[in-house]
């Protein structure tokens, strides 16, 4: 059992009550049943929340959606369950779905694990994407510095030079001088 799947095993069986519903659930090799429980009436979060990931890391095309609508919660532990399982499903909507999450501003406290994604996912849309956040993050009195510096550090692991100017601008910045300057270092 992988990490992600470890951790997120202890944090649904503590929701399930020790449902027997959630043995059969993480056993299961029947990704039908899996897929059934998505879209069954009534389900508690945490059983679409298992399928979803298993599906995911299956490699199934069904877990998509369930799994973006996980990567927008306001739960930070359902966020990066969703992000590996995404990650591992490798689906081309991905990027886009990460980019549409991480650059929505009504919703930047919670863009944390998305920008950590398009980063991981290293696709066509994760520079652009992490360029307008951090822009954003900029602004005097930002309230996510956490967000500012995920930015920052994708934006050095990806190389990309268009990140330039941002970054020179985010060296000024008391809080991301020192992790803007390393990512300056490791532009292509």
Same mark, same amino acid.
Do not use: Q
């Given at each position: ?83 590996? /399982?995404? #990650?591992? *499903?490798?689906? +081309? !909507? @991905?990027?886009?779905?990460? $980019? &549409?999450? =991480?650059?929505?501003? %009504? ?55 268009? /990140?330039? #100017?941002? *970054?020179?601008? +985010? !060296? @000024?910045?008391?809080?991301? $001088? &020192?992790? =803007?300057?390393?990512? %300056?270092?490791?532009?292509?």
């Amino acid at each position: 059992m992988d990490e992600e799947l470890r951790s997120l095993v202890t944090r649904l069986r503590g929701e399930s009550d020790g449902s027997a519903d959630f043995d059969r659930l993480l056993l299961t090799a029947d990704l039908e049943e899996l897929a059934a429980v998505l879209i069954e009436r009534e389900r508690p979060l945490w059983a679409r929340e298992l399928a979803a990931f298993r599906l995911g890391c299956a490699g199934d095309p069904r877990a998509f959606e369930p799994l973006v609508l996980l990567l927008n919660h306001r739960d930070a532990e359902r966020c990066v369950s969703a992000a590996h /399982a995404l #990650a591992e *499903l490798a689906d +081309a !909507r @991905t990027a886009r779905a990460a $980019a &549409a999450l =991480a650059t929505n501003e %009504l919703r930047a406290a919670y863009a944390l694990v998305p920008v950590r994604l398009l980063t991981r996912l290293r696709a066509p849309e994760s520079v652009p994407a992490l360029i307008t956040v951090l822009r954003r993050r900029l602004a005097p009195a930002d309230p996510y510095a956490r967000l500012a510096l995920a930015c920052v550090e994708g934006l050095g692991a990806l190389g990309d030079a268009r /990140a330039e #100017a941002v *970054l020179e601008s +985010a !060296r @000024t910045h008391h809080r991301l $001088a &020192a992790a =803007a300057e390393a990512a %300056l270092a490791r532009l292509g």
